[in-house]
C-alpha cells in the first residue's frame, strides 16, 4: 500500500467513526416560542368553553433516535402569561384562588422516562403547578424532522386533561368554572 | 362565586365555638388571674377559627405553601405562643412567686426593688419578643414568593426591603399605641374595632377576587368579636377587670388584620390605599381620648369608638363594590 493510499484509508475511516458518533448522539432542541402553543380550556357553567393559552413558555428536548429511553423533554411556563382574552379574568385567574402567580410563578414538566411509540413517543414526568407535583404520561404525537433554512426543526403536540382541584386550587373557587381543564400542546424544537 | 350560606355557616359556627370555648373555662374557673384569662382568650379564638376552617372548608397545607398557610400554620401560633407566656411572665401570680421567694431572704413583708426592676426588665424583654415578631412577620408571609427572589415586575428588591421594614414598624407602634388604649377604660371597644377593620378587609379582599382570603378574615372576625363579648360578660359576671384579655385580643386581632392585609396586597388585588385605610382605622379610636371629643361614659365611648372607624370602612366598601361591579361583575 502506497502511503497516500494509507492517508487515504486511514482519513475514510476517521470520518466514519466521526459520522457514527455524531449519528448515534442526541440531538438537542430548543422550544420555539413562535411556533409554538400551550393552550387550555374549561367548561363554564357546563354548557360551554372558556378558552385561553400562555404568552410565555420556554423549554427544551433532546431526542436520541438510536436510543430513544435516553431522551428528555422540559417545558416551563409562566404562569402570569396567562392570556383568557379578558383583562379583568386574566388578573383574576393570577389571584390565589386560581394560579397565585406571585408565589407560584411557574408551570413545568420535567420528564422522568420515555418510551418510543408509534407515532411518537410517551412520556412519563413531574408535572408542578400552584406548588403541587404529580407524574403524568404525555403521549407526544410527531416527532418528524424537517431542515428548514439549514436549521433543524421537530415538532410534537399532545393533549392531557387535569383536574385543577388535584393541584391545590381552592375547590370554593372553581364552581361556574369546571374543576377539568384540557391542555393542549403544540410545541416546535429548533436544533441548537 | 362564593357560597354565602356556607360561608354563613362556618362564621355562626367559628362565633359559636368561641363563646362554648370561653363558657367552659369560665365555669371551670369563675374567678381567674392574668394566665388563666389569657389562655381563655387565646383558646376561644383558636377554637373559633379551627372549626370555622373545618366548617367552610378551608384547605391549608403543611408545609405551609401560600401566604395565608403560612399565617395560620406559623405566624399565628408563634403569636399565641408569645403572648401567653408574656401574660405568664407579666402574671400576678409569678410576681407572687418572686414576691415569695423573695420574702425569704428579707421577711420585712416589702415588696423589694429588686422585684419591681425584675418585673420592669421583663416587660422591656416581652416588648423586644413582640417587636422581633413584628420585623419577622412580614418575611415570614412573603416567603418563597416572587418578591423575595427579586423576579417581580412590580417590586425591585429595594422596594420590597423598604416596603417590608416599613410594614414592620407601622404594626410594633399600631401594637404599642393600641395595647396602651386598651389598657383604659372602655378598652374592650378596641378588639371590636380590630375586628371591624377584619370584616371589612375580608368583604374588599373578596370583592377584588381572593376568595378564600377574604374566607379566613371572616372566620378571624367572627372569632375575635365572639371571644371579646363573650370575655367582657365573663369580667363583668365575676367582677373583675378586662384590661388583659382587652389587650390579648387586641393584639392577635391586629396581627391577623395585618397579616390578612399584606396578604390581600401583595398577592391579591386589593389597592395600597385600601390596605393602608384598613390598617390604621381602629388608631381613630384615640379620638374619644382628646379632650374636645371626650364623651362621658363607658358606652357612649364604645359607640363613639365604633362610629369613627365606621366611617372609613364603609367608605372602603361601597368603592370596592362599584370596583367589582365595574370589572369582575360581567364574569360572573
Keep these: 500500500m502506497t502511503a497516500a493510499k494509507f492517508v487515504q484509508t486511514l482519513m475514510l475511516g476517521l470520518l466514519v467513526t466521526v459520522g457514527s458518533t455524531t449519528a448515534f448522539a442526541a440531538d438537542d432542541y430548543e422550544y420555539d416560542l413562535v411556533h409554538s402553543s400551550v393552550s387550555f380550556k374549561a367548561r363554564h357553567l357546563d354548557i360551554s368553553w372558556i378558552h385561553g393559552r400562555f404568552n410565555e413558555v420556554s423549554g427544551k428536548f433532546s431526542l436520541d433516535r438510536e436510543q430513544p429511553a435516553k431522551s428528555t423533554f422540559e417545558l416551563t411556563i409562566q404562569a402570569d402569561s396567562v392570556d383568557t382574552a379578558n383583562k379583568a379574568r386574566d388578573e383574576h385567574l393570577r389571584q390565589p384562588d386560581y394560579f397565585d402567580t406571585k408565589q407560584f410563578p411557574t408551570i413545568t414538566f420535567k420528564s422522568t422516562s420515555v418510551k418510543p411509540i408509534k407515532g411518537g413517543y410517551e412520556v412519563t414526568g413531574d408535572f408542578t ?64 | 362565586m362564593p357560597d354565602v350560606l356556607l360561608f354563613a355557616k362556618a362564621t355562626c359556627a367559628a362565633a359559636a365555638a368561641s363563646m362554648m370555648t370561653v363558657l367552659a373555662l369560665a365555669v371551670a374557673r369563675r374567678s381567674a388571674g392574668d394566665v388563666w384569662q389569657t389562655t381563655a382568650c387565646l383558646l376561644a379564638l383558636a377554637a373559633g377559627l379551627f372549626t370555622g376552617v373545618c366548617v367552610l372548608p ?47 431572704a428579707d ?37 418563597g414568593s416572587v418578591y423575595l427572589n427579586g423576579t417581580d415586575d412590580e417590586w425591585s428588591s429595594m422596594q420590597i426591603t423598604v416596603a417590608m421594614v416599613t ?13 396602651r388604649l386598651a389598657m383604659r377604660p372602655a378598652g374592650a371597644s378596641v378588639p371590636v374595632a380590630i375586628a371591624l377593620a377584619v370584616q371589612c378587609a375580608a368583604v374588599t379582599i373578596m370583592l377584588a377576587g381572593y376568595l378564600k382570603g377574604g374566607a379566613f378574615a371572616l372566620l378571624l372576625c367572627a372569632s375575635l368579636l365572639a371571644t ?8 363583668k359576671f365575676a367582677g373583675f377587670a378586662t384590661a388583659v384579655q382587652s389587650q390579648v385580643l387586641t393584639a392577635i386581632g391586629l396581627i391577623g388584620l395585618f397579616s390578612v392585609v399584606l396578604i390581600g396586597r401583595f398577592f391579591g388585588r386589593l389597592t395600597t390605599e385600601s390596605a393602608i385605610i384598613m390598617l390604621f382605622s381602629p388608631l381613630l ?14 358606652w357612649r365611648v364604645v359607640t363613639g369608638r365604633l362610629v369613627l372607624v365606621s366611617i372609613p370602612l364603609a367608605i372602603l366598601l361601597v368603592l370596592a363594590k362599584q370596583k367589582f361591579d365595574q370589572e369582575l361583575g360581567a364574569l360572573l
Design chain 1, 129 to 192: 403547578m400552584h406548588g403541587t407535583t404529580k407524574s403524568i404520561t404525555l403521549v407526544l404525537m410527531g416527532g418528524e424532522e424537517h431542515v428548514f433554512k439549514g436549521v433543524k426543526r421537530v415538532a410534537f403536540s399532545t393533549e392531557l386533561s387535569l383536574k385543577r382541584s388535584d393541584y391545590g386550587f381552592d375547590k370554593n373557587a372553581i364552581g361556574p368554572i369546571g374543576d377539568a381543564a384540557l391542555i393542549m400542546i403544540d410545541c416546535e424544537g429548533v436544533q441548537k
Design chain 2, 58 to 104: 378551608l384547605p391549608i397545607a403543611v408545609p405551609p405553601g401560600s401566604g395565608l398557610d403560612r399565617l395560620l400554620v406559623i405566624a399565628l401560633p408563634a403569636a399565641w405562643t408569645i403572648l401567653w407566656f408574656g401574660s405568664y411572665t407579666s402574671g400576678r401570680e409569678w410576681r407572687a412567686g418572686l414576691f415569695w421567694k423573695s420574702q425569704a
Design chain 2, 107 to 143: 421577711p420585712t413583708g416589702c415588696e423589694s426593688p429588686a422585684l419591681e426592676r425584675i418585673t420592669q426588665s421583663w416587660s422591656c424583654f416581652r416588648w423586644c419578643v413582640r417587636f422581633a415578631f413584628c420585623a419577622a412577620l412580614p418575611r415570614v408571609l412573603l416567603h
Design chain 2, 167 to 179: 410594614s414592620s414598624f407601622a404594626l410594633a407602634c399600631l401594637w404599642v399605641l393600641l395595647d
Design chain 2, 228 to 235: 371579646t363579648l363573650s370575655v367582657t360578660a365573663w369580667a
Design chain 2, 285 to 298: 379610636c384615640w379620638l374619644t381620648e382628646w379632650r374636645m371629643l371626650r364623651l362621658s361614659g363607658t
